[in-house]
């Protein structure tokens, strides 16, 4: 609880103070990456803490981004709208979590993508909604403190967001549920023999994923102003996927830094080269091949390996100390 | 009192015809030791006692009431409890979180989304309880990865007496052993009270004997025969069979 929590204001008051210390673009592409942060979090806790890899966790994104753009007709209230956002993604992963859980692996991976894939079929062929083409929405965020439209402000909004969902996330996987449901990935067989039903746990955690993506896709909307198919694309289920890979399985925040990183040299590599897949695609195979971990292991092991380095450059003088005072008494 | 009575039981996977109509009742109290050869059937028989594996036909009863229709987890919730021949632990986790994540199986917060496991001072006072009584506090921070072979066939029934079962089934407690291992494990075993009813196969006749007070030759897929250590230990044939010519074989 302790480390949650000061992890948590560690976070927020980054999140603060960031947008004062980098540039304006960077504030604009940070927004972006809060948001898809959340989405890659949350994937995070299926795939990382459940050993549930799904392939169309793009869907409820989707079905959150669209819920808010098709409501903002009727609505501009956000506690409405995102609300309805992650209603709709809840009673999406509700139905589909009932089939998808009975499945492992790959079968799970094929299974949630073709979920998303049904989804992919009907907006596109929904002329109403735009069809292929899109739906373009006119939304203004406004909790009640004034409309929301700086980039900062739309910033800071992600950023409550964010630190919102991480610390929710964190709560979960320190608390019976997370550690039953890590049990569960680890050796199901054990956890059955324990007494514990394996797809409550499975359909615990495929639910808290499901509405907390629906929740990042109705705030992409905030940015964005668009909403189209290829939110359901399997590029899109990829992405994330990938998020979660380069970031780091198996922990809450590792999925957040690959979002950054993702999105990060996405944008950058891009405007020099047109590689930028082929760049992804062999920074990906780096992380898979190299280790399991991804890049926040890879930031614990330097940084316990510097703490060692510091500790034992720190020792050696006080050792002598000790020993010295021992000999003069 | 009969605590486990198995009817009838068949078990085939495909063309092969494993376990061919078992029948045992297991006394509540009692000790009862299934023997036989490699091959036999005797996981496969726990494995369908347990449900980890469906029956073929036949029916098991648990303190009177049928249980081959449910789930296995829920096996555990009504009172039984098992190990596995090969270690089955979570390797990754200390010696006191796999206790504890043991003991929560039965408490109504394992649902719980918010209040951090190691909160729980009622988890934690029991586990301590239950390592103290099994000699290994001393080891309760240890990845179990790192436990000797032995200590990990210790926590195998650490974590299954965490349920509270009124019966455990134990595959083969003491295979990979050292005999110091087992003479310790054997005066451990004889420290579970006697209302915790003990189904265990065992390999070592040392470790039958002195710990039996119902034995069952499982041969070939059948219960060849059910009786005191006495009668086993007179009974011609089946010295011929497991004691005499030594086809009792180990691992
Ligand atoms: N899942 C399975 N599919 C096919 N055959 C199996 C399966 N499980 C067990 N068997 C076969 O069933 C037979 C009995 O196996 P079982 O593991 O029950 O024997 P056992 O009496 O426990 O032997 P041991 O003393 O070696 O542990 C063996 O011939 C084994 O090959
Ligand atoms: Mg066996």
Redesign the pocket.
Known sequence: MKKALLSTILLLMTVLILPHIISPFMVYLSTEILVFAIFAMSLGLIMGFGGMPSLGHCAQFGLGAYTVAILSEYTANIYLLLGAAILISLCFSLVTGYIAIRNKGVFFLMITLAFTQVLFLITSRMKFWGGNDGYSASVTANFGFGEITSNIGLFYMMGFFFVLTYFLLKLFVNAPAGKVLKGMMENEGRMIALGYNPKTYKMFAYLIAGSMAGLAGGLYIYKTQFVSPALFSVHMGAEVMIMVFIGGMGTIFGPALGAGAFVFLQNYISTMTDRWPLILGLLFIAIVLLKRGGILHLIQFVSTFGLKLFKSSRNAPVDKQVKGKEQAS | MTLLKIEDLNKS??A?H?LKGVNIEVNKGERHVII????????????CIYGT?PLSSGKVYLAGKRIDHIPSFKRTEKGMGRTF?KNNLFEELTVEENVRLAIMGKKKYRLNMIKPMQNYNDLAEECHRLLEEWEMTERRTVLVKELSYGEQRLLEIILSLSTNPEIILL??PTSGMSPTETSRFVKLIKKIPDHITLVI?E?DMEVVFSLANKITV?HH?TAMMTASPEEIRGNQMIQEIYFGGGAL?H?
């Open positions: 996977f495909k092969l494993i036989g050869p490699n091959g036999a059937g005797k996981t496969t028989l726990f494995n594996l021949q595959d083969e196969i390999h499982l897929g074989s691992d």
